[in-house]
């Protein structure tokens, strides 16, 4: 990897302090478990990396509030938490990742995608600016918001779930402290120097928070391989019943685009209905009404529709 300075700042304003306003000049280093790939790979160039690991207070976990450097193996065992974020973290099962990865880290990991990681950049172009994705090797790649110029997937399993919830994450930057929805954290990038997310380069996410009430939640994700797998897709439900009725869903996908992909149209079509097999398939039709796969990834078009249907029954128990 390339040479870099190394920081460790005691709070958060000094980490925020040590940051650049523009992307590439620095980066914020948490449980590093993608960061040390990407700057192994030079993928990241930073001219300085500024550690999180000596600033207190950002590892804590309740029902209610989650600190962005508290690890995945910390969500997984702290009592209270709802269903879908449990079950989405729990997915992830490498115990490596587990036990070093930290829930910021996980939000805002970047894509997976095979083009970026091999150094053809975020939206994946030739030479002559030409998308590699659409005729190329996408079997993983985007299935919804895939008109471009994004093909990857967003790699969050976390994220679905904590939009579902109706979470809010807390930045702060040289401006203060800021909130943002869940839903509002994640972007598609129109370029290769810009990011997934709507954090600007010299903030930091230093807390994710969950609204209290009681809604019936769940995630259901499909894998290739259980072991130190990413999802093909999955998808996430947050129920707000009124009796046996759904009174109000939040559903959104997860793998299937270039952000977690919250359905609008499935949500309808469950909105004022029991559970039942049923209404489960038809919300799950309308998830993927407005696919547009690519030329290998057909399949994903019946997984996501599966994850959708399996969430909803697993939600309603």
């Given amino acids: 990897m390339q040479a870099f300075e190394y920081a460790s700042p005691s709070s958060v304003k000094e980490a925020v302090g040590l940051l650049s306003s523009s992307w590439g000049e620095t980066d914020v280093l948490a449980g590093g478990t993608d960061l040390l790939s ?16 000596n600033v207190s207070g950002l590892n804590g976990v309740s029902a209610t509030q989650i600190g962005a450097t508290a690890t995945i193996d910390a969500l997984t065992k702290s009592k209270g938490m709802p ?22 880290g996980e939000l805002l990991q970047r894509p997976r995608c095979w083009y970026f990681r091999n150094g053809y950049g975020l939206l994946a172009k030739d030479s002559s600016g030409k998308a590699l994705v659409p005729g190329g090797e996408n079997q993983y790649h985007a299935i919804l918001g895939n008109k471009g110029p994004a093909y990857f997937v967003s790699a969050s399993s976390l ?17 203060g402290e800021e909130e943002i929805s869940a839903e509002k954290l994640f972007r598609t990038p129109a370029g290769d120097n810009e990011r997934e997310n709507a954090l600007k380069p010299n903030q930091i996410l230093i807390a994710i928070k969950i609204p209290g009430g009681a809604v019936k939640s769940a995630t259901y994700e499909v894998r290739q391989r259980q072991l130190m797998d990413w999802p093909l897709v999955g998808a996430s439900v947050a129920l707000k019943m009124n009796g046996g009725t759904v009174e109000s869903a939040r559903i959104v996908l997860g793998h299937v685009a270039p952000t977690p992909w919250r359905s609008s149209e499935a949500e309808r079509a469950l909105t004022g209905k029991s559970i039942s097999e049923e209404t489960a398939m038809a919300a799950a039709k309308a998830a ?3 696919a547009t796969p690519l030329s290998r990834n057909k ?11 399996r969430a909803i029954l697993r939600a309603a128990g």
């Avoid at 990407?38 to 690991?53: A, G, N």
């Fill in 288 to 290: 993927v009404a407005g």
């Fill in 159 to 175: 994220a679905p779930a904590l939009i579902a919830l109706d979470a809010t994450v807390t930045v702060v930057g040289p401006d």
């Fill in 38 to 53: 990407l700057l192994k790979e030079r993928l990241h160039t930073p001219k300085r990396v500024v550690s999180l690991r």
């Fill in 83 to 104: 269903a879908a974020l449990v079950q989405a973290a729990e997915g992830i099962t490498s115990p490596q990742m587990r036990v070093m990865g930290t829930v910021g």
């Fill in 299 to 309: 399949h994903k078009v019946q997984l996501a529709s599966v994850a959708v249907k």
